[in-house]
């Protein structure tokens, strides 16, 4: 049993009597389970964790509607940018607050159950303080693709946790100057 207590709850069961759940009935079981075993509120647990592990604020944008041309080009063009090993230690400043690339990848998803592995789910840039970009190609509508950009911002400071979740304005400046500052992305 795995369980991901984030912007997004998951949770999978794995057995013979079980479907896998992503959300839904199983994770509404599984806060009312941490709060009865805590005797808290989900703020006061929700808080707990942030005092000791951090808070990471995330931003997500659909650029939806594209050339399914297009968006392989975008997306080859950003692997071999990011894959670059010149790419590795780069800094990017947002405000007062230095990233620093310390990996980049092509990642891939093995299920846990059958331990299926499907590569090339999307490119990640990940930076010395656990904050990252990710961004994954897709095509729902048949027709057009949609590139869809993950902007996680990292942040250990508890005087920082009570930023609005929503628009967390170092994550998604840092998709800009990140993207725009080797001067190769600006079409995106």
């Not at 207590?5 to 896998?20: A, P, Y």
């Not at 048949?142 to 170092?170: C, F, K, M, N, W």
Request: aromatic letters at 10%; charged letters at 25%; a negative charge.
């Amino acid at each position: 049993m795995g369980l991901s207590l984030g912007n997004v709850i998951q949770l999978e069961i794995q057995g013979s009597d079980h479907l896998r759940e992503k959300d839904g009935l199983w994770a509404v079981l599984v806060w009312l389970s941490i709060i009865a075993a805590r005797k808290q509120s989900v703020e006061e647990i929700v808080r707990d964790h942030w005092a000791k592990f951090g808070r990471h604020y995330y931003c997500r944008f659909d650029y939806e509607g594209l050339e399914p041309k297009t968006t392989y080009y975008i997306m080859r063009d950003l692997e071999a940018l990011v894959t670059d090993k010149s790419f590795i230690g780069q800094q990017f400043a947002v405000g007062s607050h230095v990233y620093s690339v310390a990996k980049t990848d092509s990642f891939e998803y093995v299920d846990p159950v059958d331990g299926t592995v499907t590569k090339k789910q999307g490119l990640r840039i990940i930076f010395s303080d656990a904050s990252r970009l990710i961004f994954r190609l897709s095509s729902s509508s048949g027709v057009r693709a949609t590139i869809r950009l993950y902007a996680e911002s990292y942040e250990r400071d508890p005087s920082g946790h009570d930023q609005e979740p929503q628009v967390p304005e170092r994550s998604c400046a840092l998709s800009t100057v990140c993207l725009t500052a080797p001067g190769k992305l600006k079409e995106l």
